[in-house]
Structure formats: structure tokens, C-alpha cells
């Protein structure tokens, strides 16, 4: 089963995607995610220039084999632009050894160990009130867990919080990532954070009782004492994580963070490959890990960090923002449901146009998604669709703190 063509497309639906379509001889097509939020040409470049050339010819059925040669063959290894665009290679390629099996893609991955996903949605708001009404929102959309994102008082503009001015809350419910020629700019102060994040925790949980999950994300802002602090003050309101608290580069960090808290913690949606797991997972010093199929390598890799966790009792929160194509979220859905150590799925929805550009077959029914039983992924590209919404520059924000300097975003 010879691959016969490769394309790579960039559309802008309702935000930018790098989708690789890759054909065999016999007319087989598979799709793969290879979206990089900001920094997308980086990788349909590599992938055009440095990687679709080395496909043609070579068989579709030898998913391990062409990982390996993409990987080792390059020399230069690992990082998010490589990684994306060997990412989408694999899942395209497992795409297409579903569909020549005639089974949906979980199947091939040892079949579902669940009935479905269990999903979290994202609530925010610029008060107390605001938040309650967008944690009722979720609640009335099926989500069985809900993230929480704030303002913070004296903090213009803060990650995570759709109704701001930099959030851009008319294309979704919270999309940083702005259209323009320049990143917007935010602001932080890390006492301001601590001092503020507890109070909006003990009014959601005396809102909403003790039973409902929650989840919390601190985007690498915060220095690993300042994260046990967190980690510690939000205990009694009992997180099912806290998510990114350090800078990710620094596993060492999380020793500290897990010393001085028992708050579940979750890591990992910058991180390329098992090597930025090493110490995390062998030492048990996370309980999820947060990495995208789109940004890790695709199903293949990820399949084997997660193998790997599970022997470690960690298990899957597969990072699923806007960012990841509903191709990427097929991946990952595949994934989860066929996995034994999975966690929980982060799933915002895509907008209308872009369900219009990329046709799906997964469903969310009640918090629960379902990747489908369509043949393959169950994602295919309508290029029409695609070709009306050209690419447009867009960044993700970055952080200013209040005498000018640069911080963790
Ligand atoms: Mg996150």
C-alpha cells in the first residue's frame, strides 16, 4: 500500500489549522493535525519541504517503522515544530490502516475499554457571579467537570478568562490566540494570583457542593514554592488537578511542588516526547499527563508515554483547547477510549465553520464523547470548505509584569 500523494493545507476556519492529507496508490486518503497554536507555517514548511518529499513511495502500512526513520532520520531531534509535523505522519497513517481494515480506528488500538470519554469543559469569569453563571452553563451543556479560570483584581488581562478584551470571546467561548500582525500583551502579579485564586474555590464549591470535579490550570506562571503554597491553600475545595503550576522545562520543579501538597497535579502541554516525562513518571511526581497526540509524536508516541505512566498508576488528560484540529481530537479520542489508565478528555468545541471545514463523526452526549464507528479517524476535510478560510496571522498573548519584565505567559 504505497503512498502515492501528500498535501499539506492551512485553513482559517475560525482559527488557524495545519492539516497533512496523505493517499495511497489505491485511492486511501488519511488525515493528520499538525497545528502549531502561533507558530503555524513553522511546520506545513517543514512538512513540505523536509518531510512530504521522504513519503512518496514508501508503504502506509509501516506506521512504526516511518516514525522512526522521520525521527532518527532527521539527526536533529524532538522539539514542537519536528514533533507536530511527525505527529501528523502518524495519525494520517493510522487513519489510513483503520480504513484498509474497515474498522473504527480504537479497534486497531486493542478496542474500547470504556462505553465512552469523559470530557471537562472550561468556566470563567471577571467575578464570583460571572463565573457561577458560566460553571451553570457548562452544567447545562452535559459537562460532569468543569475548569476554573478567574480574573484577577488588579490584573488587567489573565490566561484562561473569556469575557476580556484579549480573550476574543466572540469566535469562541476563550480564544487567546489573537488575528493581528502582533501579540497582544498581559499583565501578571503573582501574590496578587495566590492571594485571590482560594476565594473564587470556596465560592464555586459552596455553589455547586462537593461532588462536581474541578480542575484548575496555572500555566506555568508560578515558582515551585509559590506552587506548593497554591497547591496547599486549594486543598480543602478537593481539585481533580491542578494543572501546569511550574514552568515545564524543569521536572526537578515538581519534587518540591508534590512535597508540600496532595492536590492531584497535571503536566505537560508543551512537552514533545517521553524524555520530558522521564523523572515526572518514574518518580510519581504528576498524577495525568497533559500532553497533546497533535504535539507529541501522534498516537504512537503518545500510546507509549502513556503505557509508560500507567505503570506508575498516572494517567491520560489529553490537552484538547481549539487549537487541536477536530482531526487531533479524533486522535485523542481513540486514544482514550481504547487506553486502560484513562483520565479525563479536555474538549472546548470547535465553531460552526469549522465543523463545516473539517466532517466529524465523534459526538458529546451528556459530558461523554465518542469518537465514532466510522472506518478510521471518523474526520474528513472538506478542501472547498478549507480553501475559503485562507491562513491569517495570529499569536498567542504574552505577559508583562508590572515593571515591564517579561513572565511565563
Ligand atoms: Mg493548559
Known amino acids: 500500500m504505497k503512498i502515492r500523494s501528500a498535501e499539506v493545507i492551512v485553513s482559517s476556519p475560525d482559527r488557524n489549522f495545519v492539516t497533512l492529507k496523505i493517499t495511497t496508490e489505491e485511492g486511501i486518503t488519511g488525515l493528520g493535525d499538525a497545528t502549531l497554536n502561533g507558530r503555524e507555517l513553522a511546520v506545513s514548511a517543514y512538512l513540505e519541504h523536509h518531510v512530504v518529499p521522504l513519503l512518496i513511495g514508501r508503504d502506509a502500512h509501516r506506521i512504526e517503522d516511518t516514525w522512526q526513520f522521520l525521527y532518527r532520520g532527521a539527526y536533529w531531534r524532538r522539539g514542537p515544530v519536528t514533533m507536530a509535523a511527525i505527529a501528523a505522519v502518524d495519525v494520517a497513517l493510522w487513519d489510513i490502516k483503520a480504513k484498509a481494515a474497515g474498522m473504527p480506528l480504537y479497534q ?85 494570583y495566590l492571594r485571590h485564586i482560594p476565594t473564587v474555590f470556596e465560592a464555586v464549591r459552596n455553589e455547586f457542593g462537593p461532588e462536581l470535579p474541578l480542575l484548575h490550570d496555572g500555566h506555568h506562571r508560578l515558582t515551585p514554592i509559590q506552587a506548593a503554597r497554591l497547591g496547599k491553600s486549594l486543598e480543602p475545595y478537593d481539585l481533580f488537578w491542578l494543572e501546569d503550576c511550574t514552568p515545564a522545562e524543569n521536572q526537578d520543579a515538581l ?13 505537560g502541554e508543551v512537552f514533545n516526547t517521553v524524555w520530558d516525562y522521564q523523572t515526572l513518571i518514574r518518580e510519581q511526581l504528576i498524577d495525568y499527563v497533559r500532553s497533546a497526540v497533535t504535539h507529541t509524536g501522534g498516537i504512537s508516541a503518545m500510546k507509549k508515554i502513556l503505557d509508560y505512566a500507567a505503570q506508575y498508576q498516572i494517567k491520560s ?7 487541536i484540529s477536530p482531526v487531533g481530537m479524533a486522535a485523542a479520542l481513540h486514544l482514550d477510549l481504547a487506553i486502560h489508565n484513562f483520565g479525563i478528555q479536555e474538549y472546548m468545541r470547535h465553531g460552526d465553520l469549522t465543523n463545516e471545514v473539517f466532517e466529524q463523526s465523534f459526538t458529546f452526549v451528556d459530558g461523554y464523547l465518542h469518537p465514532g464507528d466510522q472506518p478510521g479517524l471518523g474526520v474528513e ?5 478549507a480553501a475559503s478560510h485562507p491562513y491569517e496571522p495570529a499569536y498567542l498573548p504574552f505577559n508583562r509584569l508590572k515593571d515591564g519584565t517579561i513572565h511565563d505567559w
Not at 519534587?255 to 503536566?267: D, E, G, K
Not at 488528560?317 to 487549537?323: A, E, F
Not at 476535510?381 to 470548505?385: F, G, Q, T
Open 381 to 385: 476535510l472538506n478542501l472547498e470548505a
Open 108 to 192: 486497531l488500538l486493542g478496542g474500547a475499554s470504556r462505553t465512552a470519554v469523559r470530557a471537562y469543559g472550561h468556566a470563567s469569569g471577571r467575578d464570583v457571579p460571572e463565573i457561577l453563571d458560566s460553571v451553570r452553563e457548562h452544567l447545562e451543556l452535559g459537562y460532569k467537570s468543569i475548569r476554573i479560570q478567574t480574573a484577577v483584581p488588579g490584573i488587567n488581562a489573565v490566561y484562561g478568562v473569556a469575557a476580556q478584551p484579549t480573550a476574543g470571546g466572540v469566535r469562541y467561548d476563550y480564544e487567546p490566540a489573537q488575528r493581528a500582525a502582533l501579540p497582544a500583551e498581559e499583565d501578571w502579579d503573582s501574590r496578587a
Open 255 to 267: 519534587r518540591l511542588v508534590r512535597q508540600h501538597t496532595t492536590t492531584p497535579l497535571a503536566i
Open 317 to 323: 488528560g489529553i490537552h484538547g483547547p481549539t487549537d
